[in-house]
């Protein structure tokens, strides 16, 4: 059966062919395409955007262990040693009280704190010295008879109607992206919403502390992190149904130092706001992540939170995922690796979901009930005050292992 339509007019006037058609150049569908290089498999990354868009969308940037493994073992990783802030944990900061939450004492494990722009930029860089160039400005872009096993994407590029057969569909497009809306008729999306978003800031100020941290305020949350000695990066949460232009740059520099005021530290330093972005928040997984030959990696598969910044290492987890079983498909000609891609992927994602739900069940104000503010207060400084509860957090904070190898043999 061929599922979409493509009227005759639109007739492809360029057909190539390749193993893995890979949608979207984000964290999954650029790790993927490293992955698959690695192992000696065609592939073929197709993005709607432009390369200067790609590499300059400001996101995330904290970095599980297993995360620098890969990209190291991949090559890509030289900058992000380089570059990367090391941190031992974050700081809680209650009631105008700072503490610190040690995970590298306890376990001697680290984060890397280190933007998504720039891992971005260095998978393109990296594939572009392999011969392996991303297509960038693909419009268009639709998926076909996917589930058998002779799938094939077409796109419009310039112009010119292009098509691609494939073995496989990797589709690593987000949230909004085709491969999730193509298979939505055939999985099932389980999802909570949350009540606020994340209000983003990146500006040309010292970071207030070292390391990032997460402000409790009974008003809301504050997140204050950083990419550099004099570049801040910082959230505020605010009501889900706020624009970007509700807030000038003066109240949210306001709302940030009165929501992260402290007795134990200097006050925030402002400076001038270089990027803004508002995000919303939600937990989403939809499942199965596959049909046929058609797979569905990172956030066109599943969205966390950003508390605890866990979305990029998902992408990159998945890609491990699908890089090891498509390493068994070419190795074996044997289907069943592809077949429990997401039997292997989803438990690793539900810890992650659970982890992220978590924290931002704890951080954030829900409601104005004294009662709500008061558990969660305990509960905070049941972390700040228990090495227990430490270990097990950062655990998760630090990264679990990843399901597999990216690599087959
Ligand atoms: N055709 C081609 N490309 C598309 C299409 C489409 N129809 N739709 C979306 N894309 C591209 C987007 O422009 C983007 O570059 O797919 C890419 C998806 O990248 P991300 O959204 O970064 O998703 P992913 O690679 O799964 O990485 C997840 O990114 O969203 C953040 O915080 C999230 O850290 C997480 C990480
Ligand atoms: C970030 O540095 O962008 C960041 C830090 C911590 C989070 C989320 C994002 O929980």
């Given at each position: 059966?061929?599922?979409?339509?493509?009227?005759?007019?639109?007739?492809?006037?360029?057909?190539?062919?390749t193993q893995v058609a890979i949608?979207?150049?984000?964290?999954?569908g650029?790790?993927l395409a490293h992955m698959l290089a690695?192992?000696?498999i065609d592939a073929v990354v197709?993005?709607?955007?432009?390369?200067?868009?790609?590499?300059?969308?400001?996101?995330?940037?904290?970095?599980?262990?297993?995360?620098?493994?890969?990209?190291?073992?991949?090559?890509?990783?030289?900058?992000?040693?380089?570059?990367?802030?090391?941190?031992?944990?974050?700081?809680?900061?209650?009631?105008?009280?700072?503490?610190?939450?040690?995970?590298?004492?306890?376990?001697?494990?680290?984060?890397?704190?280190?933007?998504?722009?720039?891992?971005?930029?260095?998978?393109?860089?990296?594939l572009?010295?392999?011969?392996r160039?991303p297509?960038?400005?693909?419009?268009?872009?639709?998926?076909?008879?996917?589930?058998?096993?002779?799938?094939?994407?077409?796109?419009?590029?310039?112009?010119?109607?292009?098509?691609?057969?494939a073995?496989v569909?990797a589709?690593?497009?987000?949230?909004?992206?085709?491969?999730?809306?193509?298979?939505?008729?055939?999985?099932?999306?389980?999802?909570?919403?949350?009540?606020?978003?994340?209000?983003?800031?990146?500006?040309?100020?010292?970071?207030?502390?070292?390391?990032?941290?997460?402000?409790?305020?009974?008003?809301?949350?504050?997140?204050?992190?950083?990419?550099?000695?004099?570049?801040?990066?910082?959230?505020?949460?605010?009501?889900?149904?706020?624009?970007?232009?509700?807030?000038?740059?003066?109240?949210?520099?306001?709302?940030?130092?009165?929501?992260?005021?402290?007795?134990?530290?200097?006050?925030?330093?402002?400076?001038?706001?270089?990027?803004?972005?508002?995000?919303?928040?939600?937990?989403?997984?939809?499942?199965?992540?596959?049909?046929?030959?058609?797979?569905?990696?990172?956030?066109?598969?599943?969205?966390?939170?950003?508390?605890?910044?866990?979305?990029?290492?998902?992408?990159?987890?998945?890609?491990?995922?699908?890089?090891?079983?498509l390493?068994?498909?070419?190795?074996?000609?044997?289907?069943?690796?592809?077949?429990?891609?997401?039997?292997?992927?989803?438990?690793?994602?539900?810890?992650?979901?659970?982890?992220?739900?978590?924290?931002?069940?704890?951080?954030?104000?829900?409601?104005?009930?004294?009662?709500?503010?008061?558990?969660?207060?305990?509960?905070?400084?049941?972390?700040?005050?228990?090495?227990?509860?430490?270990?097990?957090?950062?655990?998760?904070?630090?990264?679990?292992?990843?399901?597999?190898?990216?690599?087959?043999?």
């Amino acid at each position: 059966m061929r599922r979409g339509t493509v009227r005759t007019s639109d007739a492809p006037q360029h057909s190539t062919r390749t193993q893995v058609a890979i949608i979207g150049a984000g964290p999954a569908g650029l790790t993927l395409a490293h992955m698959l290089a690695g192992q000696g498999i065609d592939a073929v990354v197709l993005e709607r955007q432009t390369e200067d868009h790609v590499r300059s969308r400001v996101r995330a940037g904290v970095i599980e262990n297993s995360t620098v493994d890969v990209l190291t073992e991949l090559g890509v990783a030289d900058r992000l040693h380089r570059e990367a802030l090391v941190h031992n944990g974050f700081y809680i900061r209650l009631e105008r009280t700072t503490h610190h939450l040690d995970f590298h004492r306890l376990s001697g494990r680290n984060a890397y704190v280190y933007g998504q722009a720039e891992i971005v930029a260095d998978l393109i860089d990296g594939l572009r010295a392999v011969g392996r160039e991303p297509v960038f400005r693909a419009e268009e872009v639709s998926l076909h008879d996917f589930d058998g096993t002779a799938p094939s994407v077409e796109y419009m590029l310039d112009g010119v109607r292009h098509r691609v057969d494939a073995d496989v569909i990797a589709a690593c497009d987000g949230f909004h992206g085709v491969g999730r809306a193509t298979l939505a008729p055939y999985t099932e999306t389980l999802e909570r919403t949350y009540p606020f978003a994340w209000l983003g800031i990146l500006a040309r100020s010292t970071p207030v502390t070292e390391e990032g941290m997460y402000c409790a305020h009974p008003d809301g949350l504050s997140v204050h992190s950083m990419r550099g000695p004099q570049l801040s990066r910082q959230y505020l949460q605010v009501p889900a149904d706020t624009r970007l232009t509700d807030f000038t740059d003066e109240q949210i520099w306001t709302e940030l130092a009165r929501r992260s005021a402290a007795d134990d530290h200097p006050p925030l330093q402002t400076g001038e706001i270089i990027d803004r972005s508002l995000a919303p928040l939600r937990s989403v997984v939809t499942q199965p992540m596959q049909l046929g030959s058609l797979f569905l990696l990172g956030d066109a598969a599943h969205i966390v939170p950003p508390t605890g910044a866990k979305g990029l290492n998902l992408a990159v987890s998945d890609a491990c995922v699908l890089s090891h079983a498509l390493g068994a498909f070419y190795a074996t000609g044997k289907r069943e690796e592809l077949d429990a891609y997401t039997a292997r992927a989803l438990p690793r994602i539900w810890q992650a979901q659970s982890f992220s739900w978590n924290l931002t069940s704890l951080l954030h104000k829900f409601s104005d009930d004294p009662f709500d503010w008061e558990l969660r207060r305990a509960r905070l400084l049941r972390w700040t005050s228990s090495l227990d509860e430490q270990r097990a957090l950062g655990e998760i904070y630090l990264g679990l292992p990843f399901p597999t190898s990216w690599r087959f043999t």
